[in-house]
Every structure is written in C-alpha cells, then in structure tokens.
C-alpha cells in the first residue's frame, strides 16, 4: 500500500478524522437538504398528487428489495468471512442515504466503512471491496434478464429498445466473468502468484454465484413491481415494461466511475428513458425524483432499523443471545 493511502487510511481511523468525517457528511446533508427545500418549494412536491395507496405499496417492495440485496451479496463472502445480511442490508441503506449528497461511487466507501466497523466481520478491507466488485458483476449479470424482456417489447421506443440491449450485453459479459473467474484464478500458471492465491481463496464458488444471482435478480423484480406501482399512482400509465426500462436504466447508470451524486444521477437517467417513451418531461422528471426519494427513504428506514436493533442488544445483552 503507497504510503499517502496509508496515511489516509491511518487518519480516517483515528478520532480526528473520524470527526472530520461526520462533520463533512453532516454538511453534506444540510446542504442537500436545504437545495431541496428551496427545489420543492418553489416547483412542489411531486408525490402531492400521487395514489398513498400504490406509493405505499411501492415504499414497502423498495424496503422488501433491501433484504434480498443483502442475502445476494451475503453469499459473495467464503463462509468465514461473511459478515451478518443485517449488517450488509445496513450498509445498502446506508449508501442509499449518502447517495442523495457524495458522488458516485462514494457509496461504496460507506459500504465498506459499515462493513468494517461491525463487530461481527472479519473481513478485511480487500476483501469488502473485491465483494463489492463482484455484487457490481451479480448487479449487471442479474439485470441482463429485465433489459432483454424491455428490448424485446413491441410497445418500447427504439431509442430506449437500443439501450436496453446495451445493458443486456453487458450483463451477458458480466455472467460470462463471473462463471470463467474461477477457473482463471485456479490456472496452474496463475497459482504461483501470490495475487491469484489470495483471489483463489475469495472468489466466489459458481454455486454460491447462482444463489446470489438468484437473491439479486429477487431484488430488481421486487424493485421493478413497486416501480409499476409508482407509475400507477402518478397515473402515467400501467406498464411493466416502462417499469423494467427506468429501473435498467436508473441502475447501469451507477456504473459510472464519476457522477454529480448517485441518486441524481440515477433519477436523470431514469427520466431520460420515461421521456424516450413519450411521457411529458415534467412528468417523467417528477416521478424520478419520487421513486428516488422513496428508495432513499426506504433505506434510512432500514438504517433505522438496523440501529434499533443495535441499541436494544446493548440494553438487553442476555435476551437476545
């Protein structure tokens, strides 16, 4: 490790930088609270005229979607390794949260910081983040599926069918990856590098690849039934397929290495597909900020949650062994 990351990781560890931390994400969110108010205020609050009914229902699968995410990147760990789905679903709500406010990819870092200040881990930092490298390729392989059934679509626009396929490509040469990566690091002329020993010991075994494939693609299903229903409610019209084609789109825009903020980014994305299909840009712009907001909303309930949980084993230690 060069030492300017050492020292910057040395400094995060200790109780100033863990200061300095929570004062710049404290910022952050004041800021990000205070662009929203003044956005909200003077264009309205898009969920005003939705159906509380459907939305709810959409709130309830996007907190639903937390859990399998979780159990999905709780397989991508060897079995000594892994660390509680409580704590991974924590950390998902977690960068959910921050989303609204750091740049894209800053949300794995949160990840990664939940993961290892857990009691219950003991994983390493390589090994929480060759994690997240390889929930980034279930992600992709997992909504390879979804974005062949948009593109497939007759109703679905031409420019958004185009996407589509690009995102379906691409989680055909994720699933391509994750099959051949064992058998890559296990070569009998890689073996002897220390790297492809350590890969070796941490890359994922095909059939807790395909649990995990099976756990995540859970997720973007559920994900994408509270998306209909939040389309629904904001009467833009009952389409599985426009569901499936904004949820793609909103999540292989994470996959940019640098982004203004993710959930900006992802809500831009998203309504730029709603607005290929047709629907009226103010309304397309309304309802991603909506579904955004109430994923964001669904992870602080989940870290929220999770918290609780926490206080009340430090309260009550011996009834809950």
Not at 223 to 242: D, E, N, T
């Amino acid at each position: 490790m060069p030492n300017a990351m050492r020292g910057m990781v040395e400094f995060f560890r200790s109780t100033r930088g863990k200061v300095a931390l929570n004062v710049v994400s404290v910022a952050l969110a004041l800021l990000v609270s205070l662009l929203a108010a003044r956005h909200f205020a003077e264009s309205g609050w898009p969920l005003a005229h939705a159906d509380v009914p459907l939305m709810a229902g959409a709130g309830i699968l996007f907190l639903l979607a937390y859990g399998f995410k979780a159990y999905g990147w709780h397989r991508l760990f060897a079995p000594a390794d892994r660390p509680r789905p409580l704590t991974l679903a924590t950390a998902c709500g977690a960068a959910s949260v921050s989303g609204a406010a750091l740049p894209g990819r800053f949300d794995d870092v949160v990840r990664v910081a939940i993961v290892r200040r857990s009691n219950c881990s003991e994983s390493g930092v390589a090994t929480v983040c060759f994690s997240l490298v390889m929930l980034g390729l279930i992600d992709t392989a997992a909504l390879m599926p979804l974005a062949w059934a948009a593109a497939a679509t007759p109703e679905t626009a031409v420019g958004v069918r185009v996407v589509m396929s690009i995102v379906a490509a691409a989680g055909f040469g994720a699933a391509v990856v994750i099959a051949f990566l064992p058998r890559i690091v296990a070569s009998g002329r890689l073996i002897r590098f220390r790297i492809a020993r350590w890969l070796g010991d941490r890359t994922t075994s095909p059939r807790d690849a395909w649990k995990a494939w099976i756990l995540v693609l859970a997720s973007w299903l559920v994900r994408a039934v509270g998306l209909f229903l939040l389309l629904a409610s904001f009467g833009i019209g009952i389409s599985f397929p426009l569901a499936i084609a904004f949820l793609c789109a909103a999540a292989a825009s994470g996959a940019l290495p640098v982004a203004p903020a993710g959930a900006a980014t992802q809500a831009g994305a998203g309504a730029a597909i709603l607005v290929a299909s047709g629907i009226a840009t103010s309304q397309a712009i309304a309802f991603a900020v909506a579904a955004q907001a109430l994923l964001i909303l669904a992870g602080a309930a989940v870290l929220v949650f999770a918290l609780s949980c926490k206080g009340a084993q430090r309260l009550f230690p011996a009834r809950l062994v």
